[in-house]
């Protein structure tokens, strides 16, 4: 999956934004805050692909469980695109006669 450090961003500003919500309805204090964002800062710099993001936002989720619907929606891209590499293999599988081999792949998406 693409990644990008507009990519990169856009997951800073929605952590950002889920941070001042939590302090406007005090699910967090300022010292809370202050944890997280140390926490974001330090793991932010070693993501690098979607792969990384969705640990980096297990991790923050664990900790913090008022961002386990980020990590959940980022959990679930990758997901769907394994899904999709699956479903392609299959149709190429299908289109050179291997039905059987296609049958077994789609049944790894169905036992993961």
């Known amino acids: 999956m693409?990644?990008?450090t507009e990519r990169k961003k856009e997951i800073e500003n929605k952590i950002l934004d889920l941070i001042l919500e939590g302090l406007k309805k005090d699910l967090f204090n300022p010292q809370?805050?202050?944890?997280?964002?140390?926490?974001v800062l330090v793991?932010?710099?070693?993501?690098?692909?979607q792969a990384t993001l969705v640990n980096f936002l297990y991790d923050l989720a664990e900790s913090w469980?008022?961002?386990?619907?980020?990590?959940?929606?980022?959990?679930?891209?990758?997901?769907?695109?394994l899904e999709e590499?699956?479903?392609?293999?299959a149709l190429a599988l299908v289109?050179?006669?291997k039905i059987d081999e296609a049958l077994t792949l789609t049944k790894t998406v169905d036992n993961s």
């Not at 809370?32 to 926490?39: L, V, Y």
């Not at 793991?43 to 692909?49: H, N, S």
């Not at 980020?70 to 769907?80: A, N, P, S, V």
């Not at 590499?85 to 293999?89: A, L």
């Open 43 to 49: 793991k932010i710099a070693l993501v690098f692909d």
């Open 85 to 89: 590499n699956v479903v392609k293999e």
């Open 32 to 39: 809370d805050a202050a944890k997280i964002s140390s926490f």
């Open 65 to 81: 469980p008022e961002f386990t619907n980020l990590y959940e929606i980022e959990d679930g891209k990758i997901e769907r695109k």
């Open 95 to 97: 289109k050179e006669g």
């Open 2 to 4: 693409e990644f990008s």
